[in-house]
Every structure is written in C-alpha cells, then in structure tokens.
C-alpha cells in the first residue's frame, strides 16, 4: 500500500491554487490516517512507523525548501523596490545585481 500521494493531487479550493480547503484537508488526513492504521494492522507497526517517519521527512525537507523560497522571494522584492524608488527619484546610477547590470539613467518626464 502506498502511502504518499500522487503528485499535483494536494486539495485545492476553486479559483485559487494555492489555499487547501478545510473540510477537502480534514477529508484527505481521515483518510490518511485509515489507511496507516490498515497498513501497520497488516504488516504491522514497524512498516507504519518507518512510513510516518519518511512522510515526517519528507515534509521538514519541504518546508525548508518553503522558507528558502520564501526568503528569495523577498530578497527579489527589496530590489524591486530599492529599483522603483531609483526610478521615482530619477537618479542615474549603475547597479550590477549578480550578472545583471541596471542602469537608471535620467528620465525626461513630457511636459503637458
């Protein structure tokens, strides 16, 4: 019996992929935790604990991966910001981000 799940077939609400739905969640870990008891029932508890553990895994190397994302994504959006505020206040500079070199070079705005 398998217990980990398929890829891409984590519960998701309509309109927004990313946010699980209670009930859906609460519905896939019943289910879960059915068929871990059938399985430690059949071939006892060492193979239920040995895959609870590899999903514990599993999931704690996910969450890391999260938090690095989630940490690039906030260093991306720093230089965002940092480029708009360069932008808003017209100043010319040369910037080299990693390989990228971003220049701001005075901006004539139209007159109206």
């Known amino acids: 019996m398998e217990l980990i799940p398929d890829e891409n077939s984590s519960p998701i609400s309509p309109g927004n992929d990313y946010i699980i739905d209670h ?20 071939y006892g508890w060492g193979r239920g604990l040995r895959k609870a553990s590899q999903l514990y895994k599993e999931n704690i190397i996910l969450e890391n991966d999260l938090r690095k994302k989630e940490n690039e994504i906030q260093i991306q959006k720093e230089k965002i910001e940092h ?26 705005t139209p007159k109206k």
């Open 23 to 42: 009930k859906c969640l609460e519905d896939r870990v019943f289910w879960f935790e059915r068929r871990l008891d059938k399985e430690c029932h059949t």
């Open 83 to 108: 480029l708009r505020m360069l932008l808003e206040t017209k100043t010319p500079r040369v910037m080299n981000y990693e390989l990228d070199e971003i220049s701001t070079p005075d901006i004539i």
